[in-house]
Every structure is written in C-alpha cells, then in structure tokens.
Nanobody
C-alpha cells in the first residue's frame, strides 16, 4: 500500500520561502501522478498543484502559479513543493496525495486521488 508522509511545514514570515517534502514509505509511486492540496478554516479544500509520473507535465492553480513549484524524484520516491513569496493567505494544512497508476488522465479534477498523507501545517505571519 502507498503510505505518504509530509514534512517541512512551519511558521514563517510573509515573503519567506518554504520547501515541503512528501515521501512514499510504502509502495513506489514512480508511475503515479502526484499532487498537493491545502485546507484552511473558512476555505474550500483546494487542489493547488499536480505532476505527472515522469515530471514532464505540471499543473498549478491560479492562487499559487508563479510562486510554487512542484517537483519529484522518483529514485527517492519523493515529491517536493517549493513555495516562495508566501503570504498569510497561504496558511493552511498541506497534504500530498497520489493517484493509482493508469487510472486516467494524469491531471483530472483533483478528486481522483486515492492515497493521502496526514498533512503538514504551514503558517505565514504578517
């Protein structure tokens, strides 16, 4: 079974950068599309970015485009989210997630993810 673990969250100042890591400690996710989601009080669960199995295609929600960069290292069974120019609106619990391989379009709507980490908290102060 795929087991995902996020790390790298913390408290930062507005304008700072932060790098989140997602590791698969179970089965390999090298053939799976991966994504990052976030949830904060008063806001919808947001699908913010995704990457296909080999890293050649990426997607970014408008809210993070130009500031966040998703990447993966299949040799390490890892995915990363590099965040820059952080604002208080980026405060949320961030979750990494994986789709089952060969389950359809690599991107989809964001509702096709079957495996989830437990989340890491990112808090951005003014």
């Amino acid at each position: 079974q795929v087991q995902l673990e996020e790390s790298g969250g913390g408290l930062v100042q507005a304008g700072d950068s932060l790098r989140l890591t997602c590791l698969s400690t179970g089965r390999s996710v090298s053939t799976s599309a991966l994504g990052w989601f976030r949830q904060s009080p008063g806001k919808e669960h947001e699908f913010i970015t995704a990457i296909n199995f080999n890293g050649e295609n990426t997607y970014y929600a408008d809210s993070v485009k130009g500031r966040f960069t998703i990447s993966r290292d299949n040799a390490r069974n890892a995915m990363y989210l590099q965040m820059s120019s952080l604002t208080p609106e980026d405060t949320a619990t961030y979750f990494c997630a994986a789709r089952r391989p060969w389950s359809g379009s690599w991107l989809g709507s964001g509702r096709e993810y079957d495996y989830w980490g437990h989340g890491t908290q990112v808090t951005v102060s003014s």
